[in-house]
């Protein structure tokens, strides 16, 4: 009994062992994605801007943009780019950044503006609405930090190439946009049943291109990606 317990004693020491340099290289990993912030508040700014957008690659739906200021030094447990975040914790750190944001704006280009004006230009005008989206709100960006791209705006920026990974007003700014999208896309997906919407986003997955084939092109679709493209060219000759 007493070995037993012996034995008990040492795995309860060992999983809190675990558990406090799980949560130290967290904490580290998560001080290394405010290096961008630290250096700017440094210089004098005071609310820095995340800037990311979720939705360049699928045939179907919109492109939606996110704009985040957190507060100085704010640091949200099991932030990450967004494609590195389990889906079952979507919901929870979205809803973290919700509550300790200082202010948020989302930017959403629908398809036909998409096949307006090509993606790239679409997923600009979605960052530059996102922005547009705080006005009137408390908080103002006296800075930006954008995922790869840079705007054509009167406020100070920095591109910074896979910046959700690397700053975490960008990867606040990627949840907010990813879950934003979903839950559009979830939508459409009982709108327009058959395309797998809710679980595909509108990326061209096997279920998506069998939903293509069988019942169509909706009218989320984006008519300049193929086979989309094909797709409407196809049904236009006798």
């Not at 629908?110 to 005008?125: G, R």
Request: hydrophobic share 40%; glycine share 8%.
């Amino acid at each position: 009994m007493a070995t037993d317990a012996r034995l008990g004693v040492q795995k309860a020491l060992k999983s809190r062992q675990k558990a406090i340099q799980a949560d130290l290289a967290e904490e580290e990993r998560l001080e290394a994605m405010l290096s961008y912030e630290k250096a700017l508040y440094k210089e004098g700014y005071q609310a820095i801007a995340g800037i990311d957008e979720v939705g360049r690659g699928p045939l179907a739906g919109p492109v939606v943009a996110a704009c985040v200021i957190l507060p100085q030094h704010c640091k949200i447990k099991g932030l990450n780019d967004s494609k590195k975040i389990p889906k079952s914790k979507h919901e929870t750190i979205y809803q973290a950044v919700k509550e300790k944001a200082l202010a948020i704006g989302i930017g959403i280009i629908d398809n036909q503006l998409i096949d307006e004006v090509n993606i790239y230009e679409a997923t600009k005008l979605a960052m530059l609405e996102a922005i547009k989206q705080l006005e009137g709100q408390l908080t103002q960006p006296d800075y930006l930090l954008i995922d790869a791209m840079t705007l054509d705006i009167a406020i100070s920026q920095q591109s910074i190439l896979k910046g959700d990974a690397n700053s975490l007003s960008i990867a606040a700014a990627s949840i907010v946009a990813k879950v934003t999208r979903d839950q559009m896309m979830a939508n459409y997906d009982r709108i327009f049943p058959g395309y797998g919407f809710a679980k595909n986003a509108g990326y061209g997955t096997k279920e998506h291109l069998q939903g293509l084939k069988a019942y169509g092109i909706t009218p989320i679709h984006r008519k300049s990606f193929e086979p989309v493209k094909s797709m409407c060219c196809d049904s236009t000759n006798p």
